[in-house]
């Protein structure tokens, strides 16, 4: 029986640290939208909780992340997503508001690629 090859990431995540004063406004996003951890730990993954808002978030939500972190930290978290961690439309709507992308020259999501 053949070993199967592992799944490796694009490029190692780049992890930066919340701003400082957001640590009220991650652990409100954690519970919400990182479910999976508790608020504790994904407060050691703060780019991963605003990836996860930027992707599924309410109005609301996106817009009380963005006032806390600023758009370089937004820009950050887009400049080192994951594969899987945001969807087509969420993925082109960042690039627009953010200004990383002029209309229709979006880049591609990240992949996941196998070695």
Sequence with gaps: MRAMKSIEKNDPPV??????????????????Y????????????????????M???DWDDVQSLA???GEDYLRAVIRTAEAGQFNARSWA???????????GTV?????????
């Design 15 to 32: 992890l930066r640290p919340a701003p400082p004063g957001s640590e009220k406004v991650f652990r409100v996003m954690a519970a919400r």
């Design 34 to 53: 990182m479910w999976w951890k508790t608020a504790d730990e994904a407060l050691r993954y703060p780019q991963q909780t605003a990836a996860q808002v």
């Design 55 to 57: 992707n599924i978030g």
């Design 67 to 69: 006032r806390v972190v």
């Design 93 to 103: 709507y960042w690039h627009y508001r953010l200004h990383l992308a002029k209309v």
């Design 107 to 115: 880049p591609p999501l990240p992949e996941r690629k196998i070695a």
